[in-house]
DNA sequence: TGTATATATAAGCAAATCATTATATAATGA
DNA sequence: TCATTATATAATGATTTGCTTATATATACA
């Protein structure tokens, strides 16, 4: 019973961070690829600061995490998380977000580093 | 190209819609069962314009049809959306709410006009 | 026809959200 | 060591959200 209520409560939680049309594609393409702060800010034209604080909500509930390599700080899916299966299933069903990054490396602008 | 943004888009919009306990709730109740207002209502314990509020929103984006029966004025899942395929995949990973609708019947509080 | 019931909608308000600007920290490289 | 680059965080402000209260509308029923 108690239970029910809680997984509704995650879930919605979850659902409300993917109700974001930035971090719903960040998701999407850190679900295939790593990638650094500095390659979101190109890919969604963004502010630094504005992205750092998706990245930080998505990783204060566990769903990403952070790791510096060097200079940069890489985020990568947390496939450990418990709802992963739960925003896996979600994932799959919206359109592939590579060409995104395939921009990124004609215009010279993705990190390889490391 | 501008398809897959589009269908990002518009999956953020559900995602946000569903990122609402109460709504995400009722979507999961309606997928299996019509309900009426004031059944939501008793369900929620929550105020019968808030309750419409909520209905509306989802109404809005086609989720979701009314129809009057008698008095009452009954919602269901419109399986004709666009969306729904996408929409069924979220709900089918969520626990079931039918004992909500037991607790009614039990009370005596469930409409079974019509 | 008048009253009760079910619902929708409008207006107002507090809280949450998301961007911006400013600043701090950590690593790199000259 | 100093300047640069990458990032996080704090503070602020505009917008959105979700509730409440008040009111309108439609049906049912005596």
Not at 3 to 22: C, P, S, W
Request: glycine residues 4%; neutral net charge; aromatic residues 8%.
């Amino acid at each position: 019973m108690l239970k029910t209520a809680v997984e509704i409560d995650k879930a919605a939680m979850i659902l409300k961070l993917f109700g974001d049309r930035t971090r719903l594609t960040m998701m999407k393409i850190l679900d295939h690829h790593d990638c650094c702060v500095c390659e979101f800010v190109e890919i969604f034209q963004a502010s630094q600061p504005s992205i750092s604080q998706h990245l930080r909500k998505l990783r204060d509930v566990g769903l990403v995490r952070e790791e510096r390599r060097g200079q940069w700080i890489f985020y990568s899916i947390n496939k450990s998380n418990d709802y992963y299966p739960f925003v896996q299933k979600i994932l799959d069903q919206l359109p592939d977000q590579d060409h995104k990054l395939k921009e990124l490396e004609e215009q010279g602008t993705r990190i390889t580093c490391c």
